[in-house]
């Protein structure tokens, strides 16, 4: 027995629906990785996040942060020094992200054979 769907997936889609406003800041292929990241570490500079992420460009990782701190969720301090020292931390708001992301990385851990043996079925068919 499957549990009923959120009352906003079935109810009238109002003009913004704030699950595709949430989706469209958090659907990036770094964003639970960033996300959880500055939650394990509370503060981390920016050469210290893209040694951690691995494969990440110096470019997309400042977009990512770049697109975290217009939501709020990433704040970003510039410390006057010489070279400059960049620092970043989850706000208050970006902390509220680490439980839903996790019950989210739960379901994708439980799930993923099923998930890829869909996928491979399908493109068995239709190849």
């Known amino acids: 027995m499957s549990a009923a769907p959120h009352p906003s997936l079935v109810a009238p889609a109002p ?7 949430a989706l469209e800041v958090i659907a990036s292929k770094w964003t639970v990785r960033i996300v959880y990241l500055l939650a394990a570490a509370g503060v981390q500079r920016f050469s210290e996040l893209r040694r951690a992420l691995g494969t990440v460009t110096h470019k ?3 977009k990512q942060l770049r697109r975290l701190e217009e939501a709020g969720l990433v704040a970003r301090e510039v410390f006057p020094e010489v070279p400059p020292r960049v620092e970043y931390r989850l706000t208050s708001l970006g902390g509220t992200l ?7 990385s739960d ?3 439980r799930h993923a054979s099923a998930v890829a043996e869909h996928r491979a079925r399908r493109a068995h068919v239709a190849s």
């Open 98 to 104: 680490v439980e839903p992301l996790s019950a989210l």
């Open 107 to 109: 379901w994708a851990v």
């Open 60 to 62: 997309e990782l400042t």
């Open 15 to 21: 003009a913004v629906c704030p699950t595709e406003v």
